[in-house]
């Protein structure tokens, strides 16, 4: 899955990453790797709670790829 993220230095000098296609996915990190390497934790973590909240029959699932 490729996602955008978005990286700006805030003005503590932290590196804030943001996937704006996944509302409220957020990390940061004191160095640019560091951010995107929570970031990658935090889009996985997102992924999983969002699947959970709602549970699906084998029947209604289609894959789809873009």
């Excluded at 978005?6 to 990190?29: K, N």
Aim: proline residues 3%; contains cysteine.
């Amino acid at each position: 899955m490729k996602l955008h993220v978005r990286i700006e230095q805030d003005e503590a000098g932290y590196f804030v990453a943001e996937v704006p296609a996944l509302p409220g996915c957020l990390s940061q990190g004191g160095t640019k790797e560091e951010a995107i390497n929570n970031i990658q934790e935090a889009i996985v973590s997102w992924l999983e709670v969002m699947e959970s909240k709602r549970k699906y029959s084998k029947e209604e699932l289609v894959e789809v790829v873009v």
